[in-house]
């Protein structure tokens, strides 16, 4: 057999996996964090955290594993995370969900997102509207569910979208309008004109809306405000998040989804049959940390407000112009003052010319439009204070 058949070649082919030569490759993430092994250098690539998150939720899961809690939960999640999430919600945007029926737990909001996609797409007629650049899991799973990705460009350097582009990227094709705010990989919190359009759209072509909410807090002005929670767009809402950013614990993958209990019974049909279920342990360290102070969920703004304000410092002091993010762990900047003309290569260089390992913007974009965002380049600054510090003054040295 010369090629493997089956619909990962699509898959691989929508996340912008296949070579020109028709090889795999391994996604930027994998490639940058071995460069970043093999050199030595900091990663601002990935977006994790490179410290812990609240001892109390560390604390709740270690106990969870000395008490037993280290088998199949239930599918649908234990009743104290689900009951967390309902409070959680209500919390912090007044909204009244039924833990038993509104809500279910999932590996991760990547697997919450790749189960609310299979489980709404029904063929190849169907489109899924995504504002671009984008998280790399939106095109893979829209490729393998067989559908069409429609994109809607973010421009530099504010990176708010156009509503007329908006409009005409929606149709009477379109099944779901897929919503990331804040956003990843350019840091942009959208506006509530831009989130009232998509509502109106979405009623007028019958469309469902599924946002990716896991920054939701980490918004540096004011607060989040989850479409779910605006006129006439619960009915039709599926809203995503996760306890992996907010927690500082991404390797635990514990997700859920929220919505009408007949969109959660939609996407549970399916979830059901990818992991089942996961993470049993964790799953009452995330409700602890659910319940935590109103203080925690303030200052862990405030505090990556400061280290977005500290690598925005080091990366304009290095030569490159910035775009502030509004909220998430990252930071846009444009290496073209430095002379970058490609930044996927300018990143493959970085790790052995300063030291430091970033993401070119290329990567969450389709090939037609990698022209646009040619110099962009993502930093995370999800790190401790004193490795932001370094980070800039190795970018300060190059750029010297």
């Not at 996996?17 to 996604?27: A, E, V, Y």
């Not at 833990?99 to 590996?107: E, L, M």
């Not at 504002?131 to 067989?146: I, K, R």
């Not at 399916?270 to 996961?278: A, E």
Request: glycine share 8%; charged share 20%.
């Amino acid at each position: 057999m010369r090629e493997t058949p089956g619909a990962w070649r699509r898959t691989a082919v929508g996340a912008g996996l296949i070579g020109s030569d028709g090889s795999t490759r391994p996604t930027i993430f994998a490639e940058m964090s071995a460069l970043a092994a093999r050199t030595g250098a900091i990663n601002l690539g990935q977006g994790f955290p490179d410290e812990d998150g609240p001892a109390e939720v560390l604390e709740a899961a270690r106990a969870a594993i000395a008490h037993g809690v280290n088998q199949y939960p239930p599918g649908r999640g234990i009743p104290d995370l689900l009951s967390a999430i309902a409070e959680h919600q209500h919390r912090f945007y007044g909204l009244q969900i039924d833990p038993q029926r509104d809500a279910i737990v999932t590996a991760g909001a990547t697997e919450a997102l790749a189960a609310a996609l299979l489980a709404l797409i029904d063929g190849s007629d169907d489109e899924v509207v995504v504002f671009e650049p984008y998280y790399d899991s939106y095109a893979a799973v829209v490729a393998l569910a067989g559908a069409r990705l429609v994109t809607v460009p973010l421009r530099w350097p504010d990176f708010q979208p156009d509503l007329d582009d908006l409009r005409s990227a929606v149709s009477d094709r379109t099944r779901v309008i897929l919503v990331n705010d804040p956003h990843n990989p350019t840091g942009a919190v959208f506006s509530r004109e831009l989130q009232d359009e998509v509502i109106r759209l979405a009623e007028r072509h019958d469309a469902i809306i599924v946002t990716d909410e896991v920054y939701e807090h980490l918004v540096f002005e004011g607060r989040h405000v989850p479409i779910a929670t605006l006129p006439g767009a619960w009915e039709r809402t599926l809203t995503i998040s996760s306890g992996g950013k907010t927690f500082s614990a991404t390797g635990w993958k514990i997700g859920w989804v929220t919505g009408p209990a007949a969109l959660v019974d939609a996407v549970l049909a399916v979830k059901q049959f990818l992991t089942y279920v996961n993470g049993a342990p964790f799953q009452p360290a995330i409700a602890t940390g659910l319940r935590l102070p109103d203080a925690f969920f303030r200052d862990i703004a405030q505090i990556l407000r400061g280290k977005r304000d500290l690598l925005g410092s080091g990366l304009r002091a290095a030569g490159f112009d910035v775009s502030v993010a509004a909220g998430s762990y990252f930071t846009v900047a444009d290496a073209a003052p430095l002379g970058a003309t490609d930044a996927a290569e300018f990143c493959r260089a970085l790790p052995d010319r300063a030291g430091v390992v970033a993401i070119p913007l290329t990567a969450f974009v389709a090939p037609e439009r990698r022209s646009e965002y040619a110099t962009l380049v993502r930093f995370a600054a999800c790190k401790r204070v004193d490795v932001l510090e370094e980070a800039a003054s190795r970018l300060t040295a190059f750029a010297g």
